[in-house]
């Protein structure tokens, strides 16, 4: 039912808009003509894109966030350097990274998106990792002296299978902050994309484009949300307790 009333909101608040400011929100008629004129292939393209630019960059940086917790347990000094490193990214704006890598890269090439969407994923889930790796050692740092395990073994069979669902289960906040880089990291330098369209609508002065472009956005992210990653993180955290 909740649903139900936030479309039936959003749906009198557009109406209300529409007629307060006519000149800015267009209708949603000329929005869903847009998008019929657009055609499914367009569309298709494009979010598949997105997807594409949002998935590659976490993969990535989920892997670089795994060696860096790796290297976090078995050293004192690394622990050190990956921390002060966290924050160092962590103040790094989207839009800072994202003209960096068009600069090196250059607008035509489909690396951009996918490095800044790694860039700004990896220190979340560096995070998330380092508080339960932390978790962890907590509760078995005993166990581990007892027994007199060897760093390759706590890492082996406690730590790495230990964090891992915490790191998939902050990969739900991971991913869905992912996506919406990815659309800036589109419209600053991409050459398709759900980012690339808004901001090409956008120069063209196509008001239909652009909330036609956002309505998909926010679509793909709920659609995202509740069929693929809210389930995951149900199953991860089945393994935390």
Do not use: C
């Amino acid at each position: 039912m909740g649903w139900i009333y936030l479309i039936i909101f959003l749906f009198i608040l557009w109406i209300a808009l529409e007629r307060t400011y006519p000149y800015a929100i267009p209708s949603l008629s000329s929005v869903a003509l847009y998008i019929e004129i657009q055609g499914i292939i367009s569309i298709a393209r494009n979010v598949f894109k997105t997807l594409e630019n949002t998935f590659l960059g976490f993969a990535l940086s989920f892997a670089l966030a795994m060696i860096s917790l790796i290297a976090y347990h078995i050293n004192l000094h690394l622990r050190s350097f990956i921390t002060a490193l966290n924050t160092f990214i962590q103040s790094i704006s989207v839009l800072v990274w994202s003209i960096i890598f068009v600069i090196i890269y250059g607008v035509t090439s489909g690396l951009p998106p996918i490095f800044v969407v790694s860039a700004t994923s990896y220190p979340i889930l560096l995070s998330i990792g380092i508080s339960g790796m932390q978790s962890i050692e907590g509760k078995y740092r005993e166990l581990f002296k007892v027994f007199g395990a060897k760093k390759r073994h706590e890492l082996l069979y406690l730590i790495i299978p230990g964090t891992l669902p915490y790191l998939i289960g902050g990969s739900r906040a991971a991913i869905g902050s992912a996506l919406r880089i990815t659309v800036v990291a589109e419209a600053l330098g991409a050459s398709g994309g759900i980012g690339y369209m808004l901001l090409y609508s956008y120069d063209l002065g196509y008001k239909q484009g652009v909330f036609a472009w956002s309505i998909l956005l926010v679509l793909l992210m709920i659609l995202l949300d509740e069929v693929v990653l809210k389930p995951i993180e149900g199953w991860s955290r089945r393994w935390m307790n």
